[in-house]
């Protein structure tokens, strides 16, 4: 067997090495949560189920993604990811909201997803006007602000972050493909850790990557 038909087969098993561990769940929208709207558009949260990996769960869901549409009893397949670690398989990756970093937007909207949820705002109208509009205007850049109160609490979103919030028990379910639906944040999410952190597959890559260099080293002395 040549050297180039072995490096091809381990080449793949380092690609599957990192890819094994991305978990797919299955997501639904299942209502519109109370009913709540404005600007002729449903604001969060709604309900949702996401199912897989053990996973049987329903509750909020939150949409910080305008533009995209996402329709009622019709499921998507998501990966799953941590605000709190965000990478370049998120939605908006490469969203600067005046220049933040995208960890930071992603830390910025978990804020804004705890709050929407509080007691006090979960079943108000303004209150799920002005968070939805928040973490719609943070990754779609616009300035839409129907209620009065969108642009104070970015503020104080990212007021938060710059005193070391970060996002750590909400969940960033994004679509896969990305066209198949809007993103949505599970705050507490039913799975403890959403996905492996770049690190850890970083540690599992160099390992597999060093076994290839051991085996292709070998093969060349015994030739």
Not at 207 to 222: D, Y
């Given at each position: 067997m040549s050297r180039s038909v072995w490096t091809l087969g381990m080449t793949g098993i380092l690609v599957f090495a990192s890819g094994a561990f991305a978990q797919?769940?299955?997501?639904?929208?299942?209502?519109?949560?109370?009913?709540?709207?404005?600007?002729?558009?449903?604001?969060?949260?709604?309900?949702?189920?996401?199912?897989?990996?053990?996973?049987?769960?329903?509750?909020?869901?939150?949409?910080?993604?305008?533009?995209?549409?996402?329709?009622?009893?019709?499921?998507?397949?998501?990966?799953?990811?941590?605000?709190?670690?965000?990478?370049?398989?998120?939605?908006?990756?490469?969203?600067?909201?005046?220049?933040?970093?995208?960890?930071?937007?992603?830390?910025?909207?978990?804020?804004?997803?705890?709050?929407?949820?509080?007691?006090?705002?979960?079943?108000?109208?303004?209150?799920?006007?002005?968070?939805?509009?928040?973490?719609?205007d943070i990754f779609d850049g616009a300035s839409t602000d129907p209620s009065g109160g969108a642009t104070a609490l970015i503020t104080s979103a990212f007021n938060a972050v710059k005193g070391g919030y970060v996002g750590s028990n909400v969940a960033v379910f994004t679509p896969n493909p990305l066209s198949a639906s809007q993103e949505f944040l599970v705050v507490n999410p039913p799975i403890a850790t959403p996905e492996p952190s770049s690190v850890a597959l970083l540690v599992i890559d160099l390992?597999?990557?060093?076994?290839?260099?051991?085996?292709?080293?070998?093969?060349?002395?015994?030739a």
């Open positions: 797919n769940y299955t997501m639904d929208l299942t209502s519109v949560g109370d009913g709540a709207n404005a600007d002729g558009v449903y604001v969060s949260p709604y309900q949702g189920t996401i199912t897989g990996n053990g996973v049987n769960w329903s509750g909020y869901v939150i949409c910080d993604d305008f533009t995209t549409e996402s329709f009622l009893n019709t499921p998507w397949s998501a990966t799953a990811t941590s605000a709190a670690s965000v990478n370049s398989t998120v939605k908006f990756a490469n969203v600067s909201y005046q220049g933040h970093s995208a960890q930071d937007d992603y830390n910025a909207v978990a804020w804004l997803a705890n709050g929407l949820l509080q007691a006090s705002n979960v079943n108000s109208w303004t209150a799920q006007t002005n968070f939805s509009f928040a973490i719609w390992a597999v990557a060093l076994g290839l260099i051991f085996f292709l080293r070998r093969r060349s002395v015994q």
